[in-house]
Structures are given as C-alpha cells and as structure tokens.
C-alpha cells in the first residue's frame, strides 16, 4: 500500500475537504455525502445564502503565500510583479487550471425524524490551457513586451486552451435507514440539473 501510494504523481483533495463530510456540513454535503443532511445539528432548517470555492492551479507562475494573508498592501504595491510572483521556466510545457463554484442559495429541510430534503443553485466555470512553450509562456505573461524573446523561435507540437460555464440545479433526499445508541445507517441521493451557458475551445497543432 505504501508503495503504491509514493507512486502515485497527482492528488487532488475534495474542494472544502473536512467541512463537506462533518455532521456541520449542512447543505454543503450535497456534492459529496447527500446522506449527511438528514439529521444533522441543525436540527429541522439550514439555510446557505451563499457560499464560494476558487481554485487555481499553475505550473509556470508561483504566488507568494503573503499575497493571501495580506492582500491589501501586496496587491497595491506597483512592485507587485517582482516582488510576489516568481516565474518558473525549467523545460517542462506550461499549464494552467482555474474553477470556481459558487452555491447560492441553498437550503435543507428535516420533514420527519428520519427524512430530510435539500437543493441548491450552482454556477460553475472551468478554464484550462495546457502544454505552452515556456519562453511562449513568458512572452504572454509579459504582455508580448519582452525584447529577449522577440527574435526566438517558438515550437509546440500541441497547446490548447479550454473554458467551460454552466448552472447546476441539486435536488436531494436523505434517510436514516437504522440508527441505535452507537450507530447510524444513512442513505442520501442527488439529482443534477445541468443548464450549459457557454463553453470554448482552441486546440493548436505544430505551432
């Protein structure tokens, strides 16, 4: 077991991983463990009037961790760019990944002992741009104002670009099936309503 899991190259958690799946996850725990909104401690109503998660993920550019606990005076400096942001230009294909969900509203309701109902609005983005030049990269992030790169030659085999923007409507119903002094046995399910709202694409071949 250990040496499989050292093998593996990528993990990527859950979004809001821990709060989705404790019994104060609310309506929250739709998009993972429906069956955690019945009987919760919230007792009969939880009400979510609006919730965020960002997630932006980049191999090329690197952010200093004091641009997240002090925002305001990072983001302000003119210097920004030097001071806070570190570029990565080793020989590897650039790639970059940004989503963002946001659920509001969102509301559960126990309307038995054992029974609870839920729903949420999700608007959802997805943008990718995978296997960029790094001196490409470079040129982009400089604003194609960076003489040094001007008279390069630049190859790519395949580099493409990705967004993607949709709505989604979660409809749930949970239950406790069996439930003593020490154990409970839950089941939850989720209906997707999926409302497309836009998408694009751009796939570029020996560049």
């Known amino acids: 077991f250990i040496t499989a899991l050292f093998t593996l190259t990528n ?32 007792n009969k109503l939880d009400i979510s009037i609006i919730a965020a998660n960002v997630h932006a993920e980049s191999n090329y550019l690197f952010l200093n961790s004091i641009t997240l606990t002090d925002p305001v005076n ?34 559960l309701l126990q309307i038995s002992n054992r029974d609870a109902i839920g729903f949420c609005v999700r608007p959802r983005v997805f943008v990718n741009v995978d296997l960029v030049d790094r001196f ?11 003489p040094p790169q001007w008279d390069r030659e ?3 085999d395949w580099m493409s670009a990705s967004a993607n923007l949709w709505m989604e409507y979660d409809f749930t ?10 154990y409970k046995l839950k089941g939850g399910i989720t209906f997707k ?7 694009a694409g751009l796939g ?4």
């Open 11 to 42: 993990i990527h958690a859950q979004e809001w991983l821990g709060y989705n799946t404790s019994n104060y996850a609310g309506i929250h725990a739709v998009q993972y463990n429906p069956a955690l909104i019945t009987e919760t401690n919230y």
């Open 74 to 107: 990072t983001f302000s400096d003119p210097d920004f760019k030097d001071k806070y942001i570190r570029q990565n230009l080793d020989l590897n294909k650039k790639s970059a990944t940004i989503y963002a969900n946001v659920q509001s509203p969102a509301f």
């Open 136 to 146: 490409l990269a470079q040129l982009i992030y400089e604003g194609l104002n960076y």
């Open 154 to 156: 630049f190859r790519n």
């Open 173 to 182: 119903y949970a239950r406790t099936w069996l439930k003593n002094d020490h």
């Open 193 to 199: 309503l999926l409302q497309g709202i836009g998408a």
């Open 204 to 207: 570029i071949r020996d560049f």
